[in-house]
């Protein structure tokens, strides 16, 4: 790890600007099938599955109420998963965009740094786009779905989540050589995640280890946080928060190191 530098916010920022630039060109394509995915799952689950949930709901709120916040947050875990996996694996083998930008003053940490910040942006994005749908829809069924002021921190909520994904998404680009490999990481981790996170069902309903287990999963504290913020959050969120921002600065360098090992050779 000593051979690992700090990234610079200059360099970190320039990278970030060029794939917003690129991003420009076909944000619209891009974004339509990142709302049309978590409104399916609304729709088959929520309001489908959500009939035969008896009329508590589930912790006095409707099935639907329930559910949306979680499909934030698996939202934001898929947007920034894609762009750390498939995304970064393209620019750094097939296009060698990182082979070029590592020939300026930009060392690869700020190339990194500025990938995890992107995934982070596209998540956000992404969410964002979401939430203002289920508040739209929302008003339309006079169901309302996000019920406090305090969903106004769920967008930055979001870009941290998408972080934190694009670190674990990047570690695992960073040990790979075959893009077939990530068959692997999306059935065994991805999947697992957004099934055992709490998104379609309470964990604590679960027997041992299950919940236990859950508590050290990054999507879980994710959907905590948002649920939280979606119906007004208690003082117990913090602790949410604290564990994804631990996560995140735990994991930060070993892709950075990894990567380097990888362009620098």
Same mark, same amino acid.
């Given at each position: 790890?000593d051979a690992v530098r700090?990234?610079?916010?200059?360099?970190?920022?320039?990278?970030?600007?060029?794939?917003?630039?690129?991003?420009?060109?076909?944000?619209?394509?891009?974004?339509?099938?990142?709302?049309?995915?978590?409104?399916?799952?609304?729709?088959?689950?929520?309001?489908?599955?959500?009939?035969?949930?008896?009329?508590?709901?589930?912790?006095?709120?409707?099935?639907?109420?329930?559910? +949306?916040?979680?499909? &934030?947050?698996?939202?934001?875990?898929?947007?920034?998963?894609?762009?750390?996996?498939?995304?970064?694996?393209?620019?750094?083998?097939?296009?060698?965009?990182?082979?070029?930008?590592?020939?300026?003053?930009?060392?690869?940490?700020?190339?990194?740094?500025?990938?995890?910040?992107? +995934?982070?942006?596209?998540? +956000?994005?992404?969410?964002?786009?979401?939430?203002?749908?289920?508040?739209?829809?929302?008003?339309?069924?006079?169901?309302?779905?996000?019920?406090?002021?305090?969903? *106004?921190? *769920?967008?930055?909520?979001?870009?941290?989540?998408?972080?934190?994904?694009?670190?674990t998404g990047t570690l695992?680009?960073?040990?790979?050589?075959?893009?077939?490999?990530?068959?692997?990481?999306?059935?065994?981790?991805?999947?697992?995640?957004?099934?055992?996170?709490?998104?379609?069902?309470?964990?604590?309903?679960?027997? +041992?280890?299950?919940?236990?287990?859950?508590?050290?999963?990054?999507?879980?504290?994710?959907?905590?946080v948002c649920r939280e913020?979606?119906?007004?959050?208690?003082?117990?969120?913090?602790?949410?928060?604290?564990?994804?921002?631990?996560?995140?600065?735990?994991?930060?360098?070993?892709? *950075?190191?990894?990567?380097?090992?990888? &362009?620098?050779?």
């Open positions: 790890m700090i990234p610079s916010p200059r360099g970190t920022l320039r990278v970030w600007q060029r794939n917003a630039t690129i991003f420009r060109k076909y944000w619209k394509t891009a974004l339509l099938p990142n709302l049309f995915e978590p409104l399916l799952y609304l729709a088959a689950l929520g309001l489908g599955l959500g009939a035969f949930i008896q009329a508590g709901g589930v912790g006095g709120q409707s099935y639907v109420q329930y559910i +949306a916040p979680g499909l &934030l947050a698996s939202n934001a875990m898929f947007a920034a998963s894609f762009e750390s996996t498939f995304n970064t694996y393209v620019k750094m083998k097939i296009e060698r965009v990182y082979d070029a930008i590592v020939t300026t003053p930009v060392n690869v940490e700020d190339v990194v740094a500025a990938e995890y910040l992107w +995934a982070g942006t596209r998540a +956000a994005l992404y969410g964002t786009g979401f939430l203002s749908v289920l508040a739209v829809l929302g008003v339309v069924f006079d169901e309302p779905l996000i019920r406090s002021f305090w969903a *106004i921190l *769920i967008p930055p909520t979001l870009l941290l989540i998408g972080v934190m994904f694009s670190v695992f680009t960073s040990l790979i050589d075959r893009i077939d490999l990530y068959a692997y990481y999306f059935t065994l981790v991805v999947t697992p995640l957004f099934l055992f996170s709490g998104i379609f069902f309470p964990i604590t309903d679960f027997p +041992a280890p299950v919940p236990q287990i859950a508590w050290f999963t990054p999507l879980y504290h994710a959907v905590n913020l979606a119906i007004g959050p208690s003082p117990g969120v913090l602790v949410d928060v604290a564990w994804m921002l631990v996560f995140t600065a735990a994991l930060f360098l070993l892709p *950075i190191y990894f990567m380097r090992k990888r &362009l620098i050779s």
